[in-house]
């Protein structure tokens, strides 16, 4: 079983930038990152491919967010800039354990425990 840990979240200010990381345990293929505020629906932010790279966006973040990966340690990272208050929400690291298309949550198999992300206006 793939175990998936994140890290990272915090507070930060409007305008202000945080990094992410998500850490997979086993062997995984496209990785992704959704995001959940209260009282909504988990959201797709962004996601990136093992082995072509290739990355989508949720249009909400496109510009400000960027998807990135480390095949070597396993690891897939999201540097998130000009960060605004509607992006506070628990972010959540997600991967598939095969290759196939989707971009949506039931498209995921692993599923990280979330960490909080809070931006200040």
């Known amino acids: 079983q793939v175990q998936l840990v994140e890290s990272g979240g915090g507070l930060v200010q409007a305008g202000g930038s945080l990094k992410l990381s998500c850490a997979a345990s086993?062997?995984?293929?496209?990785m992704a990152w959704f995001r959940q505020a209260p009282g909504n629906e988990r959201e797709f932010v962004a996601a990136?491919?093992?082995?072509?790279?290739?990355?989508h966006y949720a249009d909400s973040v496109k510009g400000r967010f960027t998807i990135s990966r480390d095949n070597a340690k396993n690891t897939v990272y999201l540097q998130m800039n000009s960060l605004k208050p509607e992006d506070t929400a628990d972010y959540y690291c997600?991967?598939?354990?095969?290759?196939?298309?989707?971009?949506?949550?039931?498209?995921?198999?692993?599923w990280g425990q979330g960490t909080p992300v809070t931006v200040s206006s």
């Open positions: 997600a991967a598939k354990n095969s290759i196939r298309s989707g971009l949506q949550r039931d498209d995921y198999n692993y």
């Open positions: 086993g062997r995984t293929f496209s």
């Open positions: 990136i491919s093992k082995n072509t790279g290739v990355t």
